[in-house]
């Protein structure tokens, strides 16, 4: 294929409206299967129980075409290369890979030319997450596509994670690193990153490290709505001895417990059980008061309520 080159303004376009320039330097053919490859940047992972219900209702109808970017053959003289391959498929791997569990050579496919573009993987991620809308991606499938594109939001999230380095796991890990992504999207957008990062060193301050067992979603938001409430009217030295009395298993047993009387989520209990042991000997003038109805203007215009963590 040869793709015309992209117009000199492209760098201040969406990605979004690129497709429209592409459009007529793509093509559809039946590709060879073996030829195609997966950039896991930006894929979520394969669901073998998928490929293996399409493997047995296979209809080429309704496989439709997959959608696939052709990156050209690159020279990468004596650079390392940036990937192995040329095409990639950018929709439908569970469908390629239930082809080839069928024993199919080829699969219909509408191939994009990226063949010119410096960062393809960007443009892929942009295009695949256009093309799955119809399916249900697990939340860090989307935030890992948008930080292959290059999201604002994504890449300030991914930053302060580097702050802490507390990596956020494309895959569920139990040991380190933080599978909780939706919570901390939803705390960073209530002031785009300031309460996260206040979080992150709260917890860090009392615990001594950001894992799973400190920073799951229910510790992430009983923290970060405990300082957007009260933030400026508690003594953190204070705080941090209050909570180190309790590790992060005895901190949510207890919120457990409250729950079963109180009702709520558990990370509302986990917020109650934090005023409590910060109220605890402390006169009535000194004492805090539960305040579930606060909302906050973020930097970006948007306002979250009670009702922004689920």
């Known amino acids: 294929m040869n793709a015309e080159p992209l117009p000199d303004a492209i760098e201040q376009t969406s990605i979004a409206d690129i497709s429209a320039h592409l459009s007529h330097n793509s093509k559809t053919t039946d590709i060879q299967i073996s030829s195609l490859k997966i950039d896991r940047s930006y894929q979520r992972t394969p669901n073998q129980d998928l490929v293996d219900e399409i493997a ?21 003289g004596e650079l390392e290369p940036l990937w192995d391959g040329r095409f990639f498929i950018v929709s439908g791997q569970h469908r390629v890979m239930a082809a080839r569990k069928r024993g199919l050579t080829k699969i219909h496919a509408r191939v994009i030319d990226l063949s010119g573009e410096e960062n393809p993987q960007a443009l892929e991620a942009y295009y695949r997450r256009m093309a799955n809308r119809r399916i249900q991606d697990r939340a860090i499938d989307v935030f890992k596509t948008r930080v292959v594109e290059g999201d604002p939001d994504a890449l300030s999230i991914t930053r302060i994670m580097d702050r802490f380095k507390v990596p956020i796991n494309y895959v569920p890990d139990n040991t380190q690193g933080l599978n909780s992504i939706s919570a901390i999207e939803q705390i960073y957008s209530r002031d785009d990153g300031a309460l996260l990062v206040e979080t992150l060193e709260l917890i860090k301050d009392v615990y001594g490290e950001i894992k799973p ?46 729950q079963a009387v109180m009702g709520k989520a558990r990370w509302t209990n986990i917020y109650i059980v934090m005023v409590e042991m910060y109220n605890e000997k402390l006169t009535n003038r000194g004492k805090l008061e539960l305040n579930f109805k606060s909302s906050t203007t973020t930097g970006s215009g948007r306002r979250v309520g009670p009702r922004g963590y689920r």
């Open 56 to 76: 047995r209702d296979w209809d080429v109808i309704a496989a439709e075409m997959i959608l696939v970017s052709d990156r050209g053959e690159r020279g990468w």
């Open 213 to 258: 067992q400190t920073a799951g979603s229910d510790m992430m938001k009983g923290f970060s709505w405990f300082l957007a409430q009260h933030s400026l009217d508690v003594s953190r030295p204070r705080l941090v001895e209050k909570l180190q009395t309790l590790t992060p298993v005895q901190l949510k047993a207890r919120a457990a417990q409250m």
